[in-house]
């Protein structure tokens, strides 16, 4: 499984950003997604996370209200859509991948999980 994200960039306070992530290697729908991100000085943090069958979506707290997580199995796409984003969402968004979970979502720390795409720097301006 390889791992691609994709569209940040520089927003300001308020607005709104989606991301990709697209995979390639193994059968897309046959594992779940996940997304983090890791802002300078801190530790990296789970955001979100869609299971291989879609039905199952995971959030963190501190997102739930204003990021929402999709796949788009056609496309072997994960996305995450965040709205009101604000300077403390200012980070390297992450997706990764654990394909030896068997499709479901066994762990929201970033160290189980092993395969992750390279990143992409979200900057959000006050």
């Known amino acids: 499984v390889q791992l691609q994200a994709s569209g940040g960039g520089l927003v300001q306070a308020g607005a709104s950003r989606r991301l990709s992530c697209l995979a390639s290697g193994r059968a897309f729908n046959s594992y779940s997604v996940a997304w983090f991100r890791q802002a300078p000085g801190k530790e990296r943090e789970f955001l979100a996370a869609v299971r291989y069958g879609t039905s199952r979506l995971y959030y963190s707290d501190s997102v739930k209200d204003r990021f929402i997580v999709f796949r788009d199995n056609a496309k072997s796409t994960v996305y995450l859509q965040m709205d009101s984003l604000q300077p403390e969402d200012t980070a390297i968004y992450y997706c990764?991948?654990?394909?030896?979970?068997?499709?479901?979502?066994?762990?929201?720390?970033?160290?189980?999980?092993?395969?992750w795409g390279q990143g992409t720097l979200v900057t959000v301006s006050s």
């Open positions: 990764a991948a654990d394909p030896t979970a068997g499709g479901v979502v066994r762990s929201f720390l970033w160290k189980d999980y092993p395969v």
